[in-house]
């Protein structure tokens, strides 16, 4: 049972949240705009606002856990803000593991082709499309895993 549908990647920072989109068949992510976070409550609202826009029928936000495994002090911040989300949506907000390598790796990347100016707006929402393909790529896997 694949649901069909977008799905609406997040990268959760102190000031600004990147916002990626997947394909209908949630097979591709791609890096969409990034959120001002003035306020919680207007974060929410943006984000509410895009999720009805692309008809999103899931949010999938990366959570950093510190290199050890634990639950830090910023992942906890990111899970009160996804809490706050997760009531003011009529869709699932899940939690993917952001400790990767490839995030950072790919933020080199960005960092490295984008010019000063829009070198921020870029990483965000690169680093929320890296999350959501990551999710989507071991959905995929699973899905696939389970069909044998």
Do not use: C
């Amino acid at each position: 049972g694949v649901v069909e549908g977008r799905i609406l990647g997040l990268d959760v920072g102190e000031r600004w949240i990147g916002v990626a989109l997947s394909d209908p068949l949630g097979i591709l992510a791609s890096p969409l705009t990034r959120i001002e976070r003035t306020d919680d409550e207007a974060a929410v609202k943006a984000i509410a606002e895009l999720v009805g826009k692309h008809e999103a029928r899931a949010v999938v936000a990366g959570l950093p856990y510190s290199l050890n495994g634990n639950v830090g002090q910023q992942a906890v911040r990111v899970q009160d803000f996804l809490r706050k989300l997760a009531q003011s949506l009529g869709v699932p907000v899940l939690t993917s593991d952001e400790r990767l390598s490839t995030v950072m790796a790919a933020q080199g990347m960005i960092e490295a082709g984008a010019s000063r100016e829009s070198r921020k707006g870029k990483i965000d929402a690169a680093a929320a499309a890296l999350i959501l393909q990551w999710y989507l790529d071991r959905l995929r896997h699973e899905q696939s895993e389970s069909q044998n």
